[in-house]
Structures are given as C-alpha cells and as structure tokens.
C-alpha cells in the first residue's frame, strides 16, 4: 500500500512539474476535466497494482483509460499474467469495461524495442504535423511493431487520419484502433 502512494505521489509531482503540457492536453482534450482528472486516476491505480503485483509486470503491460474504459496493451507471458492484469483492471473502481491487445511474448521476433520506438516516433511525428488531428488525443503504442491507437477524439476524420498514417510507416505489421469520437 504504501509502494501504491509513493507512485500516485510520484505521479502528481510528475503532473505538477510538466506544467504547461497539462494544462495544454487538458484544454484540448475531448473529456471535461473531471472526467480527465478521474481517469487519470483510475489509470495510476491500475500501474500501481500492476506494480505491487508479483506476475503482473508494469513494464510489460500497459494501461490507459478514458470515460472509466480501460485500455491493457503490451506483451504476456504466460496465460495467468494476461489473465491477473485483467483482472487487476477489471476490480479498481471505477472501471467500466476493460479492452485489452496482449500478445504473448516472442523471444526470437525480428522486431525488437528499436523498431518500436522508431515506429512510434514516426508515427507522432505524422500525428503532430497534421493540424486536423488534435495529436495530444491519441495515444500511441506499439507492439512486436503493432500499432495501438487509443483516445478520445473530435471527428471521425481524426481516426481515419490517425489509422492512414499508422498504416505508411515502414515495419508496421498491423493497425488496431481504439479510437472514439467522443458524444458532446
């Protein structure tokens, strides 16, 4: 428990000391900031148990949230690690539903950390330079060079947009989207 409010201390003064960049991603965001601020909670909660969890490794296993959805993106390896993080995410409160992309981890894959994040980065570069697309509200992840789109966004076209430029970068094997135009 206390390893839990170290992280969500931790978490805060990350947020306090990015400033600006906060303040932007929160006054562009699609959510109200209630709801930006609940899931972001929610979001550090599900880290820090995946952190105090002995299968469950934090640095395989990802977890965003938007409107109390989960997100879980990474790699597993074994079936009981897919199925704790689940579950993990599934019992912190104020968790509605939980969508996962798990791939079992590949030791021999000809597509490493490197071409992960040089995917990612091409991709955001692409995200950022297209000014129809509020880039902030989509989040990237990449695995096994798998590109996972998640976010709330304005416009259909933004998804599509998103979804197009994933899908030009070189070493990109597939395009999942989790993206949502958010109801106002």
Same mark, same amino acid.
């Given at each position: 428990m206390k390893?839990? $409010?170290?992280?969500? *201390?931790?978490?805060?003064?990350?947020?306090? !000391?990015?400033?600006?960049?906060? $303040?932007?991603?929160? *006054?562009?965001?699609?959510?109200?900031?209630? !709801?930006?601020a609940s899931d972001e909670y929610i979001t550090a909660e599900i880290k820090a148990r995946f952190l105090d969890d002995k299968l469950v490794?934090?640095?395989?296993?990802?977890?965003?949230?938007?409107?109390?959805?989960?997100y879980l993106y990474g790699e597993y390896e074994s079936d009981a690690q897919r199925a704790r993080a689940i579950s993990i995410a599934s019992n912190v409160e104020g968790v509605t539903e939980v969508t996962y992309y798990l791939l079992p981890k590949v030791k021999s894959d000809t597509c490493g950390t490197t071409d992960n994040l040089m995917i990612r980065g091409s991709l955001e570069k692409e995200l950022i330079s297209d000014d129809r697309i509020w880039s902030t509200n989509v989040d990237v992840a990449v695995i096994q060079c798998?590109?996972?789109?998640?976010?709330?966004?304005?416009?259909q076209k933004e998804i599509d947009l998103s979804i197009k430029y994933a899908k030009e970068i070189e070493g990109v094997r597939r395009v999942r989207s989790y993206l949502k135009v958010i109801s106002k």
């Open positions: 390893r839990a $409010i170290l992280i969500l *201390a931790g978490l805060l003064l990350l947020s306090m !000391t990015t400033g600006c960049g906060t $303040i932007y991603k929160t *006054a562009v965001d699609e959510r109200n900031v209630k !709801t930006v490794s934090v640095l395989d296993i990802g977890a965003n949230v938007y409107e109390g959805h989960a798998n590109v996972v789109l998640m976010g709330l966004v304005g416009t």
